[in-house]
């Protein structure tokens, strides 16, 4: 039992899986590997879905209310350049080809990111994002054009102001609708094929008339989207 116990411990595991990895990346090792598996894992991965979703620093500055954010206790944590590098390698080679950047975070909160989308569309990646669109300043404007960015998602769930503060706790309206707009008047004026910019919405009050009207309320971007 206590041999069972012991191969069972989790430093035990720990240790294994280190050392696996070191006898892997051994110079002959890691030829053979990569003759033998990586063809297989190529086949495979054929059927394999081509989106990636990474979340380069998993910290949001709101508290919407259909959100698990604000109840997560997971340690807050910026993704090293290097370690998201190498998930994009290892995406390119296998076949990803869009990368979403958007999960239970705010990706304009990461200092990094336009490097980190400069580096994936360096890879031929698709890049995407999703918003809440409060952060934004005219720099981040500027470089989120430069970056080549293909789309940008703002999360609005109302074009009301009382029924949007409600649900994004701790965002305010004129601010979000305001960036929206500076966002959308820099790239046209500046004549940017790119991001597409667009708006989805999630109906959390019924009697919210304010996404009915979505084209008339906030004009100018390519998509309007409402689930």
């Known amino acids: 039992k206590k041999y069972i116990n012991l191969i069972n411990s989790q430093t035990v595991k720990t240790n294994a899986y280190h050392w696996g990895i070191k006898f892997l990346n051994l110079p002959v090792i890691s030829k053979i590997y990569a003759a033998v598996y990586w063809p297989q894992i190529r086949r495979k991965s054929k059927n394999m879905p081509r989106c990636l979703v990474i979340e380069p620093y998993n910290v949001c500055n709101l508290e919407c209310i259909m959100c698990p954010y604000p109840d997560m206790t997971r340690e807050k944590v910026r993704m090293d350049l290097s370690l998201f590098t190498k998930i994009i390698d290892d995406a390119v080679i296998n076949n990803f080809r869009t990368l979403s950047l958007s999960l239970y975070n705010e990706p304009f909160m990461d200092i990094s990111i336009f ?15 999703t918003t809440n669109g409060t952060v934004l300043t005219d720099d981040m404007i500027k ?67 304010s996404l009915d009207h979505l084209e008339d309320l906030l004009k100018g971007l390519d998509l309007y989207a409402i689930a």
């Open 115 to 129: 490097e980190k989308i400069k580096y994936a569309k360096g890879k031929g990646m698709e890049v995407t994002i």
């Open 143 to 209: 470089n989120t054009m430069e970056s080549g960015l293909d789309y940008v998602t703002f999360s609005i769930d109302s074009l009301d102001k009382e029924n949007y503060e409600k649900i994004r706790v701790n965002a305010k309206f004129e601010t979000t609708i305001n960036n929206v707009k500076k966002m959308v008047e820099y790239r046209n004026s500046n004549n940017y094929k790119k991001p597409i910019i667009a708006m989805s919405a999630v109906r959390q009050l019924e009697n919210d008339s």
